[in-house]
């Protein structure tokens, strides 16, 4: 046996401060990396995130072989239908002393890789993630000293350890910590939204492309549509592209919706950020640099770095910190099937036609189409948890559990009974019309409350607070929905919620 290291390299890991890579030597230890049945069908994940995964990896393996890493590389033709069983055939090839890996980002492949050691027979070091700011220990320091563990005050305490937004007093920019105030405008066409520039696949994506379309026939994904980066330097492109051309937008219109465009003013680097290719100080420090250029007006980068900074930090560190009970959570008892049309997108709500579909052909979908649209109708409908939680993690091109769950189960769903949110992100179809112009391309009206022509999501925002009534009302910040509905007539109750009831059959079947 030779004194070398197996480093194991994961599909979502792929950044040259890996900490396992940091730890290789060079010309003694083997990269391994490996594409997997396991990982590709764990959900029937977009057929965008399957290839984005893909290609990055075969374009990272290159990468560290120019570097002169010796890099054992599986492709999905070679077979192996799990990591374990990848990692067991480069075991047997190399011989080493022992495997080092990053810690994942999902629980399931932490607790898997935790019994890899006896079963291989050699040591398995797990290393500390370092595509994150705060480490799983540091959230949970911090989380024991709150009293309610809140994002806006983690995320004052990163924006101080990290010097980020801060003037030469170590006080906020601007004299305020988040403008999150000015960044709600709807979207009534006020300003040009800039057409994309995407990187073109090269022959080694468009390889990857064609055997992801012949493995996944039945997975969502219009792969002629397909527009990630697949390399750190595409990715840094797009994040100049985001900075020169839509960070400006995006403080304004960052929870708006438009027909015309599902990208709207948003940077498109979370996939990035969450596969390693982009660095997210970094990523912060280039917006906060455009920030300063005059590139932007502060709310803007204020916004950007709330989102990288503060939520994506967040989620992950409340991700570590309740698992895996949380995965389990279900406190509204919702138990409706998912309908079917989720996965085709076939509904004359256009709002949700327009979200699902694309969803469904794109990967993305941004933080308000997920929430108060595609989120915000589950929630309302009472669809389960776990069908709703596996559909995002399989849809969205940036999904892993540890970022899906908590914004899914936790803020779209409620299902956490109020660990990630303060109360639940209920919404009638007025919030959606306020944001943005899909109801006037819509058979119905945001006004009304029963009847053929009126949103469905009006009546379903009533029967819910009504059937969660015994959980919801002594929630101080839902006081005024519950007085706003028990001011209501009861016969306009009893139509409202008969109505809900007729919705919901013709829309979910039950
Ligand atoms: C998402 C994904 C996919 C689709 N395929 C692979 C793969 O073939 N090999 C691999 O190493 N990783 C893949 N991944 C990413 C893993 O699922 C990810 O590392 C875990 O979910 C932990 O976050
Ligand atoms: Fe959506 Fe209702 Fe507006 Fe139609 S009317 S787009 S269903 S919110």
């Given amino acids: 046996m030779k004194d070398c290291n197996l480093i194991l390299i994961l599909g979502d890991q792929l950044s040259p401060e890996n900490p396992a890579l940091l730890a290789a030597d060079i010309k003694k230890d083997t990269i391994v990396m490996a594409e997997v049945a396991e990982e590709t069908t764990y959900v029937a994940h977009n ?6 995964i893909l290609s990055a990896m075969r374009h990272f393996c290159t990468t560290l072989r120019q570097q002169g890493y010796t890099v054992i590389y599986h492709t999905l033709a070679d077979g192996h239908r799990s990591l374990e069983s990848a990692v067991r055939h480069s075991v047997e090839q190399v011989k080493p002393t022992g495997l080092l890996v990053c810690e994942p980002g999902e629980y399931r492949l932490t607790e898997a890789i935790n019994s890899w050691g006896k079963r291989l027979k050699i040591p398995v070091s797990q290393l500390e ?14 989380k024991a000293r709150q009293k309610q563990p809140r994002m806006e005050y983690f995320y004052r305490e990163m924006r101080k350890l990290h010097g980020l937004l801060l003037d030469a007093d170590g006080k906020p920019e601007g004299g305020r910590w988040n403008y999150d105030r000015e960044n709600r405008k709807g979207w009534r066409g006020a300003a040009d939204i800039p057409p994309r520039s995407f990187p073109t696949p090269n022959t080694v994506t468009q390889q990857v492309i064609d055997e992801v379309q012949q493995a996944f026939p039945n997975n969502p994904g219009d792969l002629s549509q397909f527009y990630a980066a697949v390399t750190r330097s595409e990715a840094l492109e797009q994040l100049e592209w985001f900075c020169d051309h839509a960070l400006a937008g995006f403080g304004t219109w960052q929870d708006a919706m438009a027909t015309e465009s599902g990208w709207l003013f948003h940077s498109l680097i979370a996939a990035y950020l969450n596969a390693g290719l982009l660095d997210p100080l970094a990523t912060c420090q280039r917006v906060e640099r455009a920030w300063r250029d005059g590139d932007c007006e502060l709310s803007a980068a204020e916004g950007f770095i709330r989102q990288v900074l503060g939520w994506r930090e967040f989620v992950r560190g409340i991700y570590w910190a309740e698992m895996p009970n949380y995965a389990e959570k279900n406190q509204l008892a919702a138990q409706r099937a998912l309908p079917e049309w989720f996965w085709t997108a076939d509904t004359d709500m256009h709002c949700l036609q327009q979200s699902l579909q694309q969803s469904l052909d794109l990967g993305y979908g941004h933080h308000i189409q997920r929430l108060m649209v595609i989120g915000n109708f589950a929630l309302l409908a009472g669809l ?3 069908e709703v939680c596996d559909w995002y993690l399989a849809v969205y ?19 956490d009974g109020g660990i990630m949110a303060s109360k639940p992100y209920a919404a009638s179809g007025k919030y959606i019309q306020r944001q943005g112009n899909y109801c006037k391309s819509c058979r119905y009206d945001p006004a009304q409350v029963t009847g053929e022509k009126a949103c469905p999501y009006n009546a379903l925002y009533w029967s819910f607070l009504e059937r969660n009534r015994e959980q919801l009302s002594s929630n101080h910040r839902m006081s005024m929905m519950y007085a706003n509905w028990d001011r209501k007539a009861p016969a306009d109750q009893t139509a409202i919620l008969a109505w809900a009831d007729k919705t919901l059959e013709e829309r979910t079947g039950a």
Avoid: C, Q
């Fill in 384 to 386: 389960a948890v776990k």
């Fill in 129 to 142: 993630d370092s595509r994150f700011l705060a480490s799983a220990s540091f959230f949970k320091e911090w």
């Fill in 397 to 415: 091109i940036d999904a892993f559990e540890w970022v899906e769950l908590p914004n899914t189960l936790g803020m779209a769903l409620y299902a």
């Fill in 47 to 52: 057929r965008h995130k399957i290839a984005f």
